[in-house]
């Protein structure tokens, strides 16, 4: 089995909290979290995340399919369990077993579902301009129909924003559509005399960028693990996030480069002058992207080390030249903290060409996940 020794996910818990009371303290008092800890939390830990959270007073989690339920209520974790995506008829019993909440995707999905005859707590998605899961806003006989069915136990009705982190005049403009679009369906609902559901419609762009707006629950995903989606230095203004993950490997082995000599597959690096190369224990089988190949750096000793040469699937090399005293077993911080310098989810994002979200929920299951103590702090 693969231990601490090789490569491994650090997870500061404090770190966790302080960012969900962030969050509380932005959101009006009578709006409570619903956390995503989909994708094992974003890579996080699924069970581990949400238990702590759960600690703090949190009792509603997103995740994406019936079987990340399952897993949570093997974990534990009592509360509200809202299933964001499809699930198909052949796990009708476990939504039933796990006491999670369906999404009803759109109409013809509520009929597969009045269909079966048994009992089922849903939330109702709504359509209000992303275009992906939900029945049209629009479409409100549809959705009053739905609450309609007997066999639905209808406790929510939400939709997703799709633009809710663009700075334009035009992202805003629609964002405050889809607002306005889903008050209009709630409202009618209310009108219709259905009363007794809860509203959501935000994640964490929908709250950060528009915090003003308020329903029952709001469901904080990426920003709630102190990462935001790429690098934004007027919302790390407006709240204080803390990366609650740090990801760190082993050097494994250190060698000379001699000047003209290429290190890796394809040989897509080769040195100019006598280099000392160090070998890590972590690849693109960990879950980091083999575009990092040739870019960015990893932290060793308080020190950067550029990367260098392709990622193989196990291990990567780095160019330790600049820093004395490296030695095989030391400590290699891809993600996170050494001396005074920090490397960002949102850093590892911007040298791969992708979005922090990508980068921590693939990281893998190899990886073993370990609480950080906080000594003295
Ligand atoms: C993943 C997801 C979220 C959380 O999004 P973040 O941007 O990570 O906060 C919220 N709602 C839905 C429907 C999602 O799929």
């Given amino acids: 089995m693969y231990q601490k020794g090789r490569a491994w996910i650090e997870l500061?818990?404090?770190?966790?909290?302080?960012?969900?009371?962030?969050?509380?303290?932005?959101?009006?008092?009578?709006?409570?979290?619903?956390?995503?800890?989909?994708?094992?939390?974003?890579?996080?830990?699924a069970v581990l995340t949400a238990k702590a959270l759960q600690e703090q007073g949190i009792h509603a989690f997103c995740v994406a399919s019936a079987s990340e339920g399952i897993e949570l209520r093997q974990g534990g974790i009592t509360g509200e369990l809202l299933v964001l995506g499809y699930t198909h008829p052949s796990q009708f019993d476990d939504l039933l077993t796990y006491d999670l909440t369906q999404t009803v995707v759109d109409g013809v999905y509520a009929q597969e579902l009045k269909r079966d005859g048994r009992r089922f707590t849903v939330h109702v998605g709504i359509d209000t301009g992303m275009h992906r899961l939900g029945e049209r806003w629009e479409h409100l006989e549809e959705i009053v129909k739905i609450f309609q069915i007997p066999n639905l136990n209808v406790t929510g009705v939400f939709s997703h924003l799709c633009v809710s982190d663009g700075e334009s005049t035009q992202a805003r403009a629609y964002t405050l559509e889809q607002i306005r679009h889903f008050d209009y369906v709630v409202e009618e609902l209310h009108r219709q005399g259905f009363h007794d559901f809860k509203c959501h419609l935000q994640g964490s762009y929908g709250i950060l960028n528009y915090s003003e707006y308020c329903f029952d629950y709001a469901r904080v995903g990426i920003a709630l693990y102190g990462v935001l989606s790429e690098k934004n230095d007027r919302l790390y203004q407006e709240i204080t996030l803390k990366p609650v993950l740090s990801l760190k490997a082993r050097v494994g082995s250190i060698r000379t480069l001699y000047q003209g000599e290429g290190t890796g597959y394809g040989l897509t690096y080769s040195a100019e002058e006598n280099r000392r190369i160090a070998v890590l224990t972590?690849?693109?089988?960990?879950?980091?992207?083999?575009?990092?190949?040739?870019?960015?750096?990893?932290?060793?000793?308080?020190?950067?080390?550029?990367?260098?040469?392709?990622?193989?699937?196990?291990?990567?090399?780095?160019?330790?030249?600049?820093?004395?005293?490296?030695?095989?077993?030391?400590?290699?911080?891809?993600?996170?903290?050494?001396?005074?310098?920090?490397?960002?989810?949102?850093?590892?994002?911007?040298?791969?060409g992708t979005i922090s979200n990508e980068i921590v929920s693939r990281l893998g299951e190899r990886l073993e996940r370990v609480g950080k103590c906080h000594m003295g702090v």
């Avoid at 693109?284 to 932290?299: F, K, M, Q, T, W």
């Avoid at 095989?328 to 490397?343: C, M, N, Q, R, Y």
Wanted: charged share 20%; net charge negative; glycine share 10%.
């Fill in 12 to 45: 500061d818990l404090e770190h966790l909290k302080h960012n969900a009371a962030e969050f509380c303290r932005l959101l009006p008092w009578d709006c409570a979290l619903m956390p995503a800890v989909k994708a094992n939390a974003y890579g996080h830990g």
């Fill in 282 to 352: 972590i690849g693109y089988a960990d879950g980091l992207p083999r575009n990092l190949s040739n870019s960015g750096y990893i932290l060793c000793n308080g020190k950067m080390a550029p990367i260098v040469g392709r990622i193989c699937m196990d291990q990567m090399m780095v160019d330790v030249t600049e820093i004395p005293q490296v030695h095989p077993g030391d400590e290699a911080v891809l993600i996170g903290k050494s001396g005074d310098l920090e490397i960002r989810a949102e850093d590892l994002a911007q040298w791969s």
